[in-house]
T-cell receptor, first 113, second 116 residues
Framework: NAGVTQTPKFRILKIGQSMTLQCTQDMNHNYMYWYRQDPGMGLKLIYYSVGAGITDKGEVPNGYNVSRSTTEDFPLRLELAAPSQTSVYFC????????????FGPGTRLTVT | KQEVTQIPAALSVPEGENLVLNCSFTDSAIYNLQWFRQDPGKGLTSLLLIQSSQREQTSGRLNASLDKSSGRSTLYIAASQPGDSATYLCAVKQVGGGTSYGKLTFGQGTILTVHP
């Protein structure tokens, strides 16, 4: 049981490039989330999904897109990367919403130059 | 808007000390509060989850309490060890829909250093 896995671990992008951050969970969780963590700050929610085919915006969605075609996978797409998107990105999942723990992946460290 | 504050921002203690990390939140309409540990360059590891109806949770040397009405939680670490050195984050899951749905609101963390 690998839990939540993320790839890549590190990436450097040039301004204007695009990329997809991959996230997979093998716990059959319904809910999945993408957060970003800026230095010295707490995590902020980018997008979340309550099940396959259903996604919605969090508090900082601009510049990102997501899809959820399967229960296991929740990729995050960055279009036209900007320096403001330099951050560490964490994917998380939980079985359901209110009473359940969120489990986090190891993160992707992204630098946009 | 929910705001979560952690005090102190950093803490350095000698091995063996008992210590308390504090977390406060502004909106008491929460489902639960979760404490995490984050090692440098790593992801978050869940330590304890306290439901809004609970007062405390214990796991080994860790004990977390919750006083929802006053908007406070504490994480107590007994007999600290150098291996406890990490950043400790608290996060609340608040009641509500829209962009708040399922969202954890995080504090900025307490950086703990336990020296031998």
């Amino acid at each position: 049981n690998a839990g939540v896995t993320q790839t890549p671990k590190f990436r450097i992008l040039k301004i204007g490039q695009s990329m997809t951050l991959q996230c997979t969970q093998d716990m059959n969780h319904n809910y999945m989330y993408w957060y970003r963590q800026d230095p010295g700050m707490g995590l902020k929610l980018i997008y979340y999904s309550v099940g396959a085919g259903i996604t919605d915006k969090g508090e900082v969605p601009n510049g990102y897109n997501v899809s959820r075609s399967t229960t296991e996978d929740f990729p995050l797409r960055l279009e036209l990367a900007a320096p403001s998107q330099t951050s560490v990105y964490f994917c998380a999942s939980s079985y359901w919403d209110t009473a359940y723990e969120q489990y986090f992946g190891p993160g992707t460290r992204l630098t946009v130059t | 808007k929910q705001e979560v504050t952690q005090i102190p921002a950093a803490l350095s203690v000698p091995e063996g000390e008992n210590l308390v990390l504090n977390c406060s939140f502004t909106d008491s309409a929460i489902y639960n509060l979760q404490w995490f540990r984050q090692d440098p360059g790593k992801g978050l590891t869940s330590l304890l989850l306290i439901q809004s109806s609970q007062r405390e949770q214990t796991s080994g040397r860790l004990n977390a309490s919750l006083d929802k009405s006053s908007g406070r939680s504490t994480l107590y670490i007994a007999a600290s060890q150098p291996g406890d050195s990490a950043t400790y984050l608290c996060a609340v899951k608040q009641v509500g829909g829209g962009t708040s749905y399922g969202k954890l609101t995080f504090g900025q963390g307490t950086i703990l250093t336990v020296h031998p």
